[in-house]
């Protein structure tokens, strides 16, 4: 008669061969895999979705319309479970954030861009406007997703 510890343990062989066999195949059936070419990965409607992970030395800075350079890592392959993180994830060590807009009064600019101050202080807390800022993800930090992003929420305060 077969015992059940003999029987739990095929069982577990069978797992490990499964999971082995499925881990060697992921790589080449994945449409995640190296063999995708960059403007195929860049056409995603979601980013770092059906995105390949480039190295950094591959990574070229673009030129916005303002003319600022965007080492942009939008293309970067991101996974829940991998190092790489969010850019708008990363803790404040890693990030310069901008000082408040300034609208000036004009709540119709505050309306356009969706963030910035349109009146400055008050006298108590509740008076006090806030209001989410520029922040950019530090040179030679590696992260995925747009290296600009709008966080937290700033006090409009001088």
């Known amino acids: 008669m077969i015992s059940v510890s003999y029987i739990l343990l095929c069982g577990q062989f069978v797992l490990l061969l499964s999971v082995i066999l499925l881990y060697c195949l992921e790589g080449s059936h994945s449409q995640n895999s190296s063999g995708t070419n960059l403007s195929a990965a860049t056409s995603s409607p979601f980013p770092g979705q059906g995105a390949t992970a480039v190295p950094i030395s591959e990574q070229l800075d673009t030129v916005k319309d303002g003319g600022l350079a965007d080492n942009s890592t939008e293309w970067l392959e991101y996974r829940p479970a991998s190092p790489v993180v969010l850019c708008s994830y990363l803790p404040d060590e890693f990030i310069y954030c901008q000082e408040p807009v300034d609208h000036a009064g004009n709540y119709s600019a505050f309306q356009e861009t969706g963030h910035g101050c349109v009146g400055w202080g008050g006298q108590t807390q509740k008076e006090v406007n806030h209001t989410q800022v520029i922040c950019t993800a ?21």
Request: aromatic share 4%.
């Open 138 to 158: 530090l040179d030679d930090i590696e992260c995925a997703g747009p290296r600009d992003f709008l966080r937290g929420n700033v006090p409009c305060i001088k």
